[in-house]
């Protein structure tokens, strides 16, 4: 965590109003944080700061690309990811970052680092399954899906002139009978 002090803003010689910062995220920024899981990151980050008397309020945006392995056939593709966050920034008696909206630093603070928050927004904005866009429209030739097809449950088709008994065909009336 050392290592990124580029994403210290500091906020003390600002003036009241309006700021934005512009980071560009790759691997190395997930490596600060022992995060191996994606590779070939391509994000971009804007924080549009607005300064007031008493706090700041930051708006953390992010879109970029990543490229992951998909979860059914486990290929590499590249996924686009897109969030926000809002965060509020107060001043008080000590260090308090339990809420995740709210930040509370203690009076005197002149800087602080966003880099867990940008970590945090990248991470929550991707989705926890992950499918290659190949599976979805039918386009990727995979030995795993191939498998995955063949193991498939096949449907069950009843026979229409099996004999019943007619007190369970009465009970299913009741069912469609609303």
């Known amino acids: 965590m050392s290592n990124l002090k580029e994403y210290l803003i500091q906020f003390v010689g600002l003036k009241t109003g309006k700021h934005q910062f512009d980071y ?13 899981e994606y590779s070939a990151s391509d994000i971009k980050v804007e924080i549009l700061l607005d300064k ?11 879109n970029g690309t990543i490229n992951v392995p998909c979860d059914l056939t ?5 996924l686009t990811i ?3 966050i809002n965060l ?7 260090f308090n970052d339990e809420n995740e909206e709210i930040l509370t630093l203690p009076h005197g603070e002149y800087e602080f680092n ?3 928050y940008i970590y ?17 429209d039918g386009t990727l030739d995979s030995k795993a899906l191939d498998v995955l097809n063949d193991l498939a449950p096949t449907e069950i088709k009843e026979e229409e002139n099996k ?9 299913k009336k009741l069912l469609t009978d609303k």
């Open 114 to 116: 966003v880099a867990q």
């Open 82 to 84: 897109k969030g926000k």
């Open 74 to 78: 486990s290929e590499d593709f590249d």
């Open 163 to 171: 004999d019943t008994d007619p007190r369970w065909d009465d009970l």
């Open 120 to 136: 945090e927004s990248i991470i929550l904005s991707v989705p926890t399954k992950r499918v290659h866009p190949g599976v979805k």
């Open 24 to 36: 560009q995220i790759d691997d190395s920024f997930f490596e600060h944080f022992g995060f191996d």
């Open 88 to 94: 509020i920034v107060k001043f008080g008696d000590a």
């Open 52 to 62: 007031k008397n008493m706090m700041l309020e930051l708006e953390i945006k992010h």
